[in-house]
């Protein structure tokens, strides 16, 4: 098993609830050439995304290449979100209970701007809702 790189980097970002650049320029250097990341450290990504509020404007694009990249083009059949990794971020970053996070409408954008094939269920909960009629 493959240590994760960026544990101990998370975990201090986490105890901060605040991301900088500098975190951000540290978990790239630990990430390897291309961005490309393990499971466990997309969780740990996934994690900051999802609990830590006040973030470096880095941050959005760093968290959308390293995922975006992570799901589509780092595993088979490439420019695919597979179903089953599809659900595994939907339930990790809590899309279907607590809804989409500052960054998952980019992550969205970049997807379907790369043509990337993503499941509905997975769009249905990372979109905005359209606002409602007063």
């Not at 101990?8 to 975190?23: F, G, L, P, S, Y």
């Not at 540290?26 to 006040?54: M, Q």
């Not at 990790?92 to 980019?106: D, F, Q």
């Amino acid at each position: 098993m493959k240590a994760n790189r960026i544990s101990n980097v998370a975990a201090r970002i986490m105890m901060r609830r605040r991301i900088t650049a500098e975190d951000v320029g540290l978990l790239k250097d630990l990430t390897l050439p291309g961005g490309y990341v393990t499971r466990e450290e997309t969780a740990d990504l996934v994690r900051i995304e999802r609990h830590v509020a006040a973030a470096d404007p880095s941050w959005g694009p760093f968290f959308v290449d390293t995922i975006g990249a992570h799901f589509a083009w780092e595993s088979r059949p490439l420019g695919v979100v597979a179903e089953s990794d599809a659900r595994w971020l939907v339930e990790r970053m809590g899309l279907e209970t607590s809804g989409p996070t500052p960054n998952t409408a980019a992550l969205t954008a970049r997807w379907r701007a790369e043509g990337v094939a993503v499941p509905q269920f997975m769009l249905r909960c990372i979109e905005p809702k359209p606002a409602k009629a007063a």
